[in-house]
């Protein structure tokens, strides 16, 4: 059995993270961007179908194809962080099923569904983006997710000809705690969205 | 800045953590299942709209309304759980936002608008139960998240007369590794995903 962690990383993973919406100077190499992904992968999906799909935009050619898709509060910060990920999702994700999870025809239970592909794919492709959040905090690294960008132009740009379509983007660097922070927003108490029964 | 947290804590948050079918026999007080929320409440959400809701499954009563409606497969794990969140999404968040997120009129960009309502309140909601089960683990305890329901069952005993919805389940407790593990799947190579551009 594992005890918790320590007070320090919990406040890194959770309690004093922040979403940052400006950078340090500082690069983010293709090494880390390796680890967070390598770390990400191992988060749990239904039946391991693993969707999630990533483009990291790290130099300026990738940077001036996204630019335009950004919305006007996101366009001046992501153009200034180190590398931002577009979390993107593969609803051809069943076509995988029979090496991700060979000890059942999961392939089955998508082909032909597209209530059940949609569904399935949103949730666990959702899933891992989250986990790779958690990852890039886990190595140090800050984070600015947003969903303010025009997703069919992300989808034509990077993902043409492909069911592969754009969730959210994170930006990940080294976060500027002094430029452009918001207050912290309130959250729910647990008495107020929860219940123990 | 922040430096990567230690090898053992990202094995236990990712690498060697892994998903259970079956339970040591040690209780998950309710100390610890509010201590999950109180981390996992301050992830990141799009415009803090915070729109997953909580059912712990805990007691003989609960764990008897909950039973008939999970699959063969999922109902004697579940059962032998010491506890199961009930991971669901209220697509009623909009009208939290005035208090979540007060410097923008954020309720009407969904107040009216059944797909924008849909695909945030659930793109957001599954983002926090990944991280409600980061936080599980970081506490020191193993997770078994599931998608094998009768969600109309669960959402009309659990969550009737609200826009509440159930997203997955998530047994929680202390892993029993000795029983009905699976071996570990595989995973997708970073070069298969994603790319660095």
């Known amino acids: 059995m594992s005890a918790p962690l320590t007070d320090a990383a919990l406040d890194q993973l959770f309690l004093t993270a922040r979403t940052y919406n400006a950078w340090l100077p500082k690069e983010v190499t293709d090494e880390q961007v390796r680890r967070i992904y390598d770390l990400a992968k191992m988060g749990p999906t239904s039946a391991n179908m693993s969707p999630m799909r990533l483009r990291f935009i790290k130099s300026p050619d990738a940077k001036a194809r ?12 992501t153009m200034a962080a180190p590398v931002t990920a577009i979390v993107a999702t593969d609803f051809d994700f ?9 000890h059942a025809d999961a392939r089955s239970w998508f082909a032909g569904k597209p209530e059940a592909i949609k569904e399935h794919g949103a949730r666990n492709g959702t899933l891992q983006g989250a986990y790779l959040i ?6 140090g690294l800050d984070c600015g997710p947003m969903t303010g960008f025009d ?7 990077f993902f043409a000809g492909t069911q592969i379509k754009a969730n959210f983007l994170v930006n990940i660097g080294y976060g500027d705690p002094g430029t452009n922070m918001f207050g912290r927003l ?7 969205v929860a219940e123990i029964l």
């Open 186 to 192: 309130p959250r729910f108490e647990f008495d107020e």
């Open 151 to 157: 997703f069919a132009g992300v989808d034509a740009e």
């Open 134 to 139: 958690m990852a890039a905090r886990s190595l």
């Open 94 to 102: 069943y076509e995988h099923l029979p090496k991700l999870f060979p």
């Open 66 to 77: 996204l630019k335009p898709f950004l919305s006007e509060g996101n366009a001046e910060k």
